[in-house]
């Protein structure tokens, strides 16, 4: 090793020349590719799961009352089990696991120029109790009485009392569960802070950090300062189910409301640590196939502290009809038509990147033009729920469904493939098949539309959540609202059938796909000078050092059209 | 804003130090954290609380006030111990007086938890149970939640303390432990002055 | 003097006078005035605590690299 960097300073009695077992190699590694890889497997095996939950309840509420194919029989209790864990598993063992564990356990050392994270053993153990977290919840369906069914934000007293959710083993799992992975999530923030600031390369300032870095290490930061109450309501809430306790029981003194207050001051902020990396991804795939600079980097950066400083203040939108003060929510809706501001100006910086460029469609290119696009939906619909009047109206509709699924779908599925496509050269070491990617693309995408465009209408006509069949609702029962729900639930098995191109695309790919050499997209960020994939250690031939930005592609100094980080050469003064 | 040099000091020289240490820094965030649980405990404890009628509720036995209050004088002393221990150690790392004012932390934090345990015993056999009211509820949570970081904090300092006895302690592993310390020591006036006092 | 037009606005600003809050939180405003303190105190606590703290930490971060 040429060249100590400062992560080798905090694990100095690691050794390089041992024998690895494939149990040390792979299992208990305390490498943060394997772990990232190890995140995104199991992030990707229970997509699986909530996407197969998904399918159950959307076949359900299309054909009410009929055998689902491999399923059964739908009751009222399974739906509304199903509908809660599709939810939970979701946000809590896709979304987050993929975009911030794993992209950010793999990226985090590659893109900074380091060897590790800082504290290996942590990330170890971290993945080590999110996987105790997914088993502990897929083992809370197995339970008597199955999984907990009382909605993902879990309101008491449904949550509270077993005589009510009829789950009286799986909602004490369910909310130990959900709390193992937040105690995961922690120790992974942790470490991703204290690395992105103590680790990086020479010559790395703040400035010339990648986005997607500075978005991981936001959203960290936003997660820790706000899962705390949360966890709060958490311990009080199991000891309500288990110890009788009654903090949220009205009858005896409690406060119901007080758990919607704790939960959503963490929910709120929760959907800007799913969103930023997401943005974060889609920035760099934008940078490296438009071949231009992201515009205006620091009002994007600053725009992303000011969205997270907001985004502490606007929880209570999702409580405008709970009995919240009134005079409350005229701040709220102030707050929350506030911060769709920062998040219009990133898309704007978004499109001010394509603009002039040499755009290449490739399938990473693909998905993340796509991402804007969705995610502009969803954030325009939410405006409208932002707005304490309409969401008199519109609160606890299939409205509120379509919006969240028009940002969450663009956040966690499309991000998701956006950064799989992109860094699969680097991870593995060999391309996915550009046609099969645009077949998966396309069919994706316009699936996706297909189903949530219906919900829109009939959530705007008035049809409410977690119902489990629309038939017992005259208003709502009538052919042209159900011929909408077949529509979309057949555009949903649809979708699920396009995702098997990805799959067996990634699997065929491994093994036989077009090999990769370091930097097969051409892009400037210190991952791509690490060979794919790369070793344990990261930088075989030295660590790099730092001398410019992370999006120099056209520079007027230059042949080729980029200039990676760690190239010397002139060093332009930074303008 | 000025660029943070990050590996570069004065003469250009490779910085391998950064300017706050790893430890230190990753036990600040989590400390954050922490804070934010114990800050929403008490905003749940202070609403419940300002909705009933009476506070202390009919019929339920009064804290410890007095007790507690001495048993407080210890755990503050113990940070005293401890600072002055992180003097010690910045002079003379494994000199005795090191050691002896971090065996002394220890068995300050230790007497200050026992003492708690045995005033909960009582309560408990006074009537004074999670399940008997929303008074008792709160306080078990709080104090109870306080209890165990308390605990995880006398853990850490044992493991310290060891690292220590092996001459293989650093500094910023020092510093990280203290940190966690001075936070449970810094929390328990606010506990108890709400919890107690109130 | 464009502001001037903003006046036209006023008539129609006076039709809020007719607007009654519906006060329906029973915390905020049927309950004791102990318990509305309550919740507005913990929820401006709970809301600037993150803030003053990540602020303090940044704070100092950038003070120890000056």
Known sequence: MAEVATADVAHDDHHHEHEESFWSKYVFSTDHKIIGFQYMFTGIAMALIGGYFAYVFRMQLAFPGSSVPFFGLVSPAAYNSLVTNHGTIMIFWVAMPVLIAAMGNFLIPLMIGCDDMVFPRVNRLSYQIFLLSAIVLIASFFVPGGGFGGAWTAYPPLSAMAKYNATPFGAPMWLIAVTLEIVAFLLGGINFITTVMNARAKGMRMYDIPIVIWMIVIASMLFMASVGPLVAGAVMLLFDQTLGTTFFDASAGGDPVLWQHLFWFFGHPEVYVVLLPAMGIVAEVMCTFARKKLFAYKMILYATIGLGILSFFVWAHHQFISGVDPRAAYLFTTTTLLISIPVAIMLFAYIATLYGGSIQFTTAMLFALSFLAEFLIGGVTGIWLGSSGVDIYLHDTYFVLAHFHYTFFPIAIIGTYTAIYYWFPKMFGRKMNETWGKIHFWGTIISFNCIFIPLFVLGAAGQHRRIYNYQHFPDLAGADMQDMRVFATISLVVMLLFQIPFIINFIVSLKYGEKADKNPWKANTLEWVAPSPPPHGNFPDGFPEVYRGPYEFAHPDREDDYWPQNEPGNQKPKT | ?198 | MKLLRLFRLFPFLLLLALAKPALACSVCAVASEEARYAYYFTTGLLTFLPLFMIGGIVYYVAKKYR
């Not at chain 2, 965030?29 to 009933?52: G, H």
């Not at chain 2, 230790?110 to 309560?123: C, D, P, S, Y």
């Open chain 2, 1 to 198: 804003m000025r660029y943070a040099e990050a590996s570069y000091s004065g003469e250009g020289a490779l910085k391998r130090q950064p300017p706050i240490a790893n430890s230190v820094l990753g036990m600040i965030l989590f400390i954050m954290t922490e804070l934010m649980f114990f800050a929403a405990l008490v905003s749940a404890f202070l609403i419940i609380k300002s909705s009933v009628e009476a506070w202390p509720p009919e019929g339920q036995p009064r804290l410890p006030v007095f007790v507690t209050a001495i048993n407080s004088v210890f755990l503050l002393s113990s940070a005293v111990t401890l600072f002055l221990a992180n003097r010690s150690f910045r002079q003379d790392a494994y000199g005795d007086p090191t050691l002896k004012l971090l065996k002394a932390t220890l068995y300050l934090g230790i007497l200050f938890v026992a003492i708690q345990g045995f005033e909960w015993a009582r309560l408990i056999s006074y009537g004074l149970t999670m399940t008997s009211s929303q008074y008792g509820a709160f306080f078990y949570l709080i104090i109870g939640t306080h209890a165990l970081h308390a605990i995880g904090a006398i853990i850490g300092l044992v493991w310290l303390y060891r690292l220590m006895k092996e001459r293989r302690l650093k500094q910023q592993t020092f510093s990280a432990g203290q940190i966690f310390w001075y936070f449970v020591v810094g929390l328990w006036p606010i506990l108890y002055v709400l919890v107690y006092l109130t």
